[in-house]
């Protein structure tokens, strides 16, 4: 059974610094795109970084370009959001997803739809504020 679960999130100053973890189990990163939204308090969700099958990693947020990275650890079956240069407005709850593209060739990739939505993890909390 696929499984998501986020870790990493908490509270930190503005110019701080966090590293999100999403450890992934029944399947391996080889296999699957692994994509991280946010969804700041009021706001709809929004794609921050997708990792490819093969490991090419793609930002979508313009907000987060040049201070989010995304990295992974095949080995230990997680991917990793690091975050620097954190603002207020990267407050949010913060979630690894996997698209649910049944089509084998398709899920290793970041798609930019995902008509039959997402497997989602439950989410972890950072809070930016001083």
């Known amino acids: 059974q696929l499984q998501l679960v986020e870790s990493g999130g908490g509270l930190v100053q503005p110019g701080g610094s966090l590293r999100l973890s999403c450890a992934a189990s029944?399947?391996?990163?080889?296999?699957?795109?692994i994509n991280w939204f946010r969804q700041a308090p009021g706001k709809e969700r929004e794609r921050v970084s997708c990792?490819?099958?093969?490991?090419?990693?793609?930002n979508y947020a313009d907000s987060v370009k040049g201070r989010f990275t995304g990295s992974r650890d095949v080995a230990k079956n997680t991917v990793y959001l690091q975050m620097n240069s954190l603002n207020p407005e990267d407050t949010g709850v913060y979630y690894c997803?996997?698209?649910?593209?049944?089509?084998?060739?398709?899920?290793?990739?970041?798609?930019?739809?995902?008509?039959?939505?997402?497997?989602w993890g439950q989410g972890t909390q950072v809070t930016v504020s001083s």
């Open positions: 990792i490819s099958s093969s490991g090419e990693i793609t």
């Open positions: 029944g399947f391996t990163l080889e296999s699957k795109a």
């Open positions: 997803a996997v698209n649910r593209q049944s089509v084998p060739l398709l899920s290793r990739l970041c798609l930019l739809a995902a008509p039959t939505g997402y497997y």
